[in-house]
C-alpha cells in the first residue's frame, strides 16, 4: 500500500519505522478512550501525529520536487493527488492517512482467511484447481501471460469462494454509524446523536439467514444453490444486500472493495496453480478486535506444476 501511495519499498528503513507506527496506532484505535501515560489510546494518538507528521514530510519534499520539475509525473496517489486534484493540504493528509488505514491487512488478512479455510476444504481446492488451469490453458494457447480482466470474469467459482471466505472470516466485524434522528427500532428507542454500530459478524453468522453458518461452504453462493444456504443467492450482490455486508454499505462502502476482491482472486489462481499447502502448526483466527492468527498461520508449501 505505501508503494502504491508514497512510493515507499518494502524493507526500507523508513517503510519500516512506518509500519511501527501503523501497528501501535491499530492496536488503540479501538480501545478504552483513556488518555493517561502507558495506555493503548496514549500511543495511538501518539503514534497518529508521527504518522500525520511522516506523511506532511513526504507531501513537502515532493511538492519541491515538481516545483523543480513541472513533467515529472511520480506514478502514485501522492503524485496525482498533488498535480490533478484541487483537495487542500488537511484533505490529503487525511485521504492517505485513511487509505493507509483501511489497506492495511485488510487484504492480506482475507487472502490469509483464504488459506486457512480451503486447506479444511480439499473438493474447494479441486474446483478451484479445475477452473484456473482452464484459465491459465486458454492463456498459453493464445501465448498470453499476464491475467487480464477477462480472465478475471471467468473466475466463477472463485467469487464464491471469496464471498464465503468474506462471510466466514469477518475481516470486519461492525461497522461505525451515528444516528441522524431519534429512531425506534424493534421497540428500542435510539436517541439522535447516539453512536450505533451494526455488527455484520453476527448477520454473516446467523443460523437464520446461512445454513450451518460456521461451515466453510463456497457452494451457498452458486446459483444451483446445491449445497444449501437458505438464502437466494441471485439477493446477495454486493453492497445491495443487508445479508451479505463485509465491505459494509451505503454511501459509505469500502472504496477498496472491488480491488481487494482483485487482489484476492489473483493470489488464489497462483496459489492453487502451483502450490500444496498444509498447516505446520495448529492455528485459528482470533478477533481482538482486528482479524489475527495468534501463530501467524504457519504453512508448509510444497511446489506443484499443473499446466
Ligand atoms: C478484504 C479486504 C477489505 C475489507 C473486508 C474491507 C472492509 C471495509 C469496511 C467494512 C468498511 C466500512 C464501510 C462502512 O462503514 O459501511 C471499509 C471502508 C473503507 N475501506 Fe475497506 N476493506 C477491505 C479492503 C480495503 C482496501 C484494500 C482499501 C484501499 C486500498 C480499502 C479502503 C477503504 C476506505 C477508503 C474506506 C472508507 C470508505 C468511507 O468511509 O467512505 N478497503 N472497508
Redesign the pocket.
Known sequence: ?AKHIMSMDPGKAETEQLKKEYVTFMKGVISAPLNLPGTAYRKALQSRSTILKFIEKKMEERVKKLGGDENLEEDDLLGWALKHSNLSTEQILDLIL??LF??HE??S??ITLAIYFLQGCPSAIQQLQEEHVEIARTKKQSEETELNWDDYKKMEFTQSVINET?RLGN??RF???KALKDVRYKGYDIPRGWKVLPV?AAVHLDSNIFDQPQHFNPWRWQNNNARGSSICPSMITMGSSNYF?????????????D???L??AVFIHHLVLNFHWELADIDQAFAYPFVDFPKGLPIRVKHHTLI
Open positions: 500500500m485513511s487509505l483501511a489497506g485488510t487484504s488478512v482475507a468474506l475481516v470486519v461497522l461505525h454509524r455484520i455486508m463485509p465491505f459494509g454499505g451505503g454511501p459509505r462502502l469500502c472504496a477498496g472493495s480491488l481487494a476482491k487482489e484476492m
